[in-house]
Structures are given as C-alpha cells and as structure tokens.
C-alpha cells in the first residue's frame, strides 16, 4: 500500500512539472503574440486585432495564475479558474466598448497589416493549442486553459475572414462586427469557466466544513 501511494504521488509530481513546462511555453508565446497584435492593431486602426491583442494580454495573465496554483489545493486552482472567467468577461466588455468607438470614428483598417499579423498569430496559437491538447482533461485549470487557446483559434480566423472582408468591400464593418462577435463568444465562455469554477470551490469547500471540527 505504502509503495503504491508513493507511486502516484511520483505519478502527480511527474505530471505537474509537465503542466509547469507547457504553461510556461504558452505563456511566453502568448507575451510575445500580445506585443505583435497589438502594435500591429494600433497602427493599421483594428478593432479586430486590438480585441485579438487584448485576449493575448488576458491569455498571459491567465497562464501566469495557472503556473501559480499548480502546486496548491483544488481550492486555490477554482480560484484561479474564477479569476480567468473574470479577466474573459472584462475582456469581452472592453471590446464591445472598442467596436462602438470605431463605429463613431469611422477610420477604415488596414486588410493587408491584419492579414500578415492574423496569421502570424494563427500559427502561435495553434502551436499553444497543440501543447495544452493533450492536458486538457487533467484538472479544471489545465481544462480552463486549453479554452481559451481553443477560442484563439477561432478568434484568430475570424480576424482573417475579417481582412478578407475589409480588403474587397473597403468598409469597417467587417472588422467591428468580428471584434464585436470575439467579445460575445468570450463573454460566453467566461461564465462557463465561472460556473464550472464556483461549483467546483462550493465543493471544496463543502468537503472542508464537512471533514472540520465538529
């Protein structure tokens, strides 16, 4: 019994320096990904880049507090899974409030300098979904992860079919309506993470109450 305790144990150590290597790749790709987007969404005036760049931001912050409670309680990683569902709606709200802003000023993006940069990121990104695939049954943090590189992906391809559309019908509402659709889509993703989060530390904490004194 002792031995096969000492096994997993050795079992969970093994797998949370995996979890540790593949965050910190992903976190390191996702800075580097932030910077680019977002000097690229401010000089070719894109709703859509500047929302891809902010979820960029948002991606770090978030692998940062993943690579923190990999080693704590399940209390501490819902926790973290409650803080990215909450950097997600931010997120989501703050572009919202950039799509309407462009609205009123009208200024036409550049297709070509959101085409090269959409898919620079794509291929970033699709190497972050690659790493994290295979971890993304492991816990809820790993699981909370691996949604929001999924929903790069699809954010990403939106910003390429949004450059597409900018470019023939020379118009801004292709760019808007992509950076407004990224903001739904991430809206509803963070209440799923949130929901997920809060049930799962309403748990935990209903064991701990249950297994205290008295």
């Known amino acids: 019994m002792e031995a096969c305790c000492e096994t997993k144990s050795m079992e969970i150590e093994k797998l949370r320096a995996n979890h540790k290597k593949v965050l ?13 987007e977002a000097v690229a969404g401010l000089l070719a005036h ?4 500047l929302a891809d760049s ?3 931001l948002g991606d770090s912050l978030v692998y940062g507090f993943s690579l923190y409670v990999l080693w704590r309680s399940a209390e501490w990683k819902a926790v973290a899974a409650i ?5 997600m709606a931010l997120f989501g709200l703050g572009v919202l409030g950039e799509a309407v802003y462009k609205v009123a000023a009208g ?5 070509e300098t959101m085409g090269i940069v959409g898919v620079l990121v794509l291929l970033g990104n699709g190497v972050c979904f690659w790493l994290l695939f295979r971890h993304r049954s ?5 699981r909370s992860t691996w949604l929001c590189s999924r929903n790069d992906i699809i954010a990403n391809l939106a910003v390429l079919v949004a450059a597409g559309c900018v470019a023939y019908f020379r118009s801004i509402w292709p760019d808007v309506l992509v950076g407004g659709a990224i903001a739904l889509l ?6 799923a993470i949130l929901t997920d989060a809060i049930r799962e530390y309403t748990g935990v904490k209903t064991v701990a ?3 205290g004194p008295g």
Do not use: Y
């Not at 910190?24 to 680019?36: D, E, G, M, S, Y």
């Not at 894109?46 to 880049?49: D, F, H, I, P, V």
């Not at 492991?138 to 790993?142: E, F, R, W």
């Open 107 to 111: 200024v036409v993006p550049s297709a």
């Open 138 to 142: 492991d816990d809820l943090n790993m």
């Open 24 to 36: 910190t790749a992903v976190l390191a790709i996702n800075a580097a990904l932030f910077l680019v």
């Open 46 to 49: 894109s709703t859509a880049l």
């Open 83 to 87: 803080l990215k569902g909450g950097i």
């Open 186 to 191: 991430f809206l509803r993703t963070a209440a």
């Open 209 to 211: 109450n249950a297994s």
């Open 54 to 56: 902010a979820d960029m």
